[in-house]
């Protein structure tokens, strides 16, 4: 699942799938934003050495 991902980023991304698996509801994520022009479509920043987005569909 994350064969592309650089290893310092894996961890981050790792605890935010954990995040989105606890949450029942998405105002439980932290650091989620609506993006602009989609009814369901989000994006979470990593934590990390580098600065990424993650999308999510819920």
């Known amino acids: 699942m994350l064969k592309k991902v650089p290893d310092l980023l894996k961890p981050a991304i790792l605890d935010i799938i954990e995040d989105i698996k606890r949450a029942s509801s998405v105002n439980e994520i932290t650091g989620v934003k609506k993006m602009v ?6 994006r979470i920043r990593t ?7 993650i999308g999510v569909l819920f």
């Open 47 to 53: 934590k990390g050495i580098k600065d990424y987005r």
């Open 37 to 42: 022009g989609f009814k369901n479509v989000y």
